[in-house]
């Protein structure tokens, strides 16, 4: 059986689920083993699929369960699918493990803990969308990670759950593992292509769409690790699927949270949890201290007005990766603002001179109000920044660096003008 030891350091995460779905073999902090993995059911959604499913049957049972893409976007798995499909085979299938959004860290349970899931996951894709050769892009931090899905990958394959001849079926699917180079851009699904490609790691326009053409010029699949990990729980429960969670948004959803709770993990849950909800199921307030805001990844930024949410994919919903970082009393919000800045300046691939050089100006005007030397003048322009780095750049990082500090300057106009008059209230700043 494998442990810890075998690969680099693990930091350990707390993990908790009121479902046992996904991370029914992940509460303990090592990896499940290909035996116990079948031994508590593993791979019989694979089998069921190969021998009693057509791949037609498993597209339409991935577009009923409603299934969202839980890479951010939340777009419909099985509408993805079908573009695919339209297109004439060779196809590809992408798992995107590359998760590098600040403070989102659940797909690497999945990988650390219960890889065999993701695997038996993409094999079921992969039948149904005809594709015989399929790719996990797992970010370079996540060097355990990738030693895991190596040695999974290598058991499946003797076991005959992955390669030539799938289970005696004429079924074959071969999975590579891509190590990305520490670039959040690169989980951007055409610069991911561009990386395996061997290039540059820089976001293709669009259209053409890589359902259409994707890697190497030919139809591609790109979904996320808890997406995949999806698969084959649907497969199995078929239309009792329906069953978990709130219409339009079934099936289990992973919330990474930290901050100042008093659990920070990854919680599993059904979608229509409340944000209120999410923090008290990891222990409430860390120290009793008073609710300040969440950040929602780098993306978004929500107040007490806001715990009441729920962490869906409506148009009211968290959304997202359902990322979750709380902040207390003693944050400040400029000086949270300043790490997000920070990050999407650093992050940005510099092709779209909006977001290159207006990343690095939204970083700056930040530090200005945290050092008190900032004007109305420049509260002005963090504004119309927001508005126009999104309209002049063609990608997602791009549409989403200016998201949190707008939401900020409307939720929190108090913090930027007692910053504007040299006071920070949390006592973090000057
Ligand atoms: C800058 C940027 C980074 C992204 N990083 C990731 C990532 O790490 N993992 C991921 O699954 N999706 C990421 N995405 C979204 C992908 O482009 C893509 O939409 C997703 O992998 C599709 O999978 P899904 O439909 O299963 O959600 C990122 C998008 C952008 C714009
Ligand atoms: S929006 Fe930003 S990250 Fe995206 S392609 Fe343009 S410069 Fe690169």
């Given at each position: 059986m494998k442990t810890r030891e075998n690969y680099p350091?693990?930091?350990?995460?707390?993990?908790?689920?009121?479902?046992?779905?996904?991370?029914?073999?992940?509460?303990?902090?090592r990896t499940t083993p290909l035996e116990e993995y079948v031994t508590t059911g593993g791979y019989s959604a694979l089998e069921k699929a190969l021998k009693r499913l057509t791949p037609e049957d498993i597209v339409v049972l991935v577009e009923e369960s409603t299934l969202r893409g839980r890479g951010g976007a939340g777009f419909p798995t099985g509408r993805k699918w079908r573009f695919a499909l339209s297109n004439p085979p060779p196809r590809y299938l992408i798992c995107n493990a590359d998760e590098s959004e600040p403070g989102t860290f659940k797909d690497r349970i999945i990988i650390e803990r219960d890889p065999h899931l993701l695997l038996e996951g993409m094999a079921i894709s992969a039948y149904a969308l005809g594709v015989n050769e399929a790719?996990?892009?797992?970010?370079?931090?996540?060097?355990?990670?990738?030693?895991?899905?190596?040695?999974?990958?290598?058991?499946?394959?003797?076991?005959?759950?992955?390669?030539?001849?799938i289970l005696g079926t004429d079924f074959s699917l071969k999975i590579y593992v891509y190590r990305g180079a520490g670039a959040y851009i690169c989980g951007e699904e055409t610069a991911l292509i561009e990386s395996i490609e061997g290039k540059r790691g820089h976001p293709r326009l669009r259209p053409p769409y890589p359902a259409n053409?994707?890697?190497?010029?030919?139809?591609t699949v790109v979904n996320n690790?808890?997406?995949?990990?999806n698969i084959p729980i649907i497969v199995t429960y078929e239309s009792y699927f329906m069953n978990i969670g709130p219409s339009g948004f079934y099936g289990p959803k992973l919330f990474p949270i930290s901050g100042k709770v008093e659990k920070p993990g990854v919680y599993e849950s059904t979608m229509d949890i409340t944000l209120r909800e999410l923090i008290e199921m990891a222990g409430g307030m860390k120290?009793?201290?008073?609710?300040?805001?969440?950040?929602?990844?780098?993306?978004?930024?929500?107040?007490?007005?806001?715990?009441?949410?729920?962490?869906?994919?409506?148009?009211?919903?968290?959304?997202?990766?359902?990322?979750?970082?709380?902040?207390?009393?003693?944050?400040?919000?400029?000086?949270?603002l300043i790490v997000i800045a920070n990050f999407f300046h650093h992050e940005s691939c510099g092709k779209c001179t909006p977001c290159r050089v207006g990343t690095y100006e939204q970083h700056n005007l930040l530090k200005k109000f945290q050092e008190g030397t900032a004007t109305e003048q420049d509260l002005n322009l963090l504004k119309h920044l927001a508005k126009n780095i999104p309209i002049g750049s063609i990608c997602g990082l791009g549409f989403s660096a200016p998201q949190a500090i707008a939401d900020a300057i409307k939720k929190y106009p108090e913090e930027f003008e007692a910053h504007l008059r040299g006071e920070c209230p949390a006592g973090v700043c000057f």
């Open positions: 350091h693990i930091p350990e995460i707390h993990v908790e689920s009121s479902i046992n779905l996904l991370l029914r073999r992940a509460k303990e902090n790719y996990i892009y797992i970010r370079g931090e996540y060097p355990a990670g990738y030693q895991i899905l190596e040695d999974a990958i290598r058991d499946a394959e003797e076991a005959g759950y992955l390669g030539e001849n053409e994707g890697l190497f010029g030919r139809p690790v808890e997406t995949l990990s120290d009793g201290k008073k609710f300040k805001a969440v950040f929602s990844g780098a993306l978004g930024v929500y107040s007490k007005r806001d715990l009441d949410t729920p962490m869906d994919y409506s148009p009211k919903g968290f959304g997202g990766t359902g990322t979750t970082i709380v902040l207390d009393e003693d944050d400040c919000i400029i000086d949270s």
